[in-house]
C-alpha cells in the first residue's frame, strides 16, 4: 500500500464510488458554468489505489471562468492540494522535459481533496 500523504486519505477509488461524487458535485458544477466527466484509471479500469481523474470544461454557453470553478469546489468543502504551477513544477523535477526549451505537454492539471480528503485530479479544458 502507498504511503499516506499528508492531507489524503488513502482510500482506493472504485467505480462506484467515482459515479456518486460526480453525481454529488455535477449540480453545483453546472451553476457555475462547468460539466464534469470522468478519465483514467477508475474509468478504464474500474478502480484506483491513487487518485480519480476528473476532466471539467464550461458549460455551452459559458466563457472559461476558473475562478466561479475553484469557488463552486470550495463550497463543496473541497480544498486545493497542488495548483496548476506546482503540478508542472513536479513534472519538470521529474526531468519530464530535460531535453526541450518549452513544455511539450502543458494540460491545465490541478490536484485537489474532495470533502472527505480523497485525492481527485482535475484536467481543466478551455
Known sequence: MAK??????????KFSDALKLIEEIRPRLETSGWYVGMTGSVLFQGRSDNDLDLIVYPANGYRFNLSQLH????LLGWSTKFTVAQVQKAWYKQNKYASVAEPIDNKHVEVWNDNKGRRVDLFILR
Not at 4 to 13: F, I, M
Open 71 to 74: 469557488r463552486a469546489l470550495h
Open 4 to 13: 499516506k500523504k499528508t492531507g489524503d486519505t488513502h482510500t482506493a477509488w
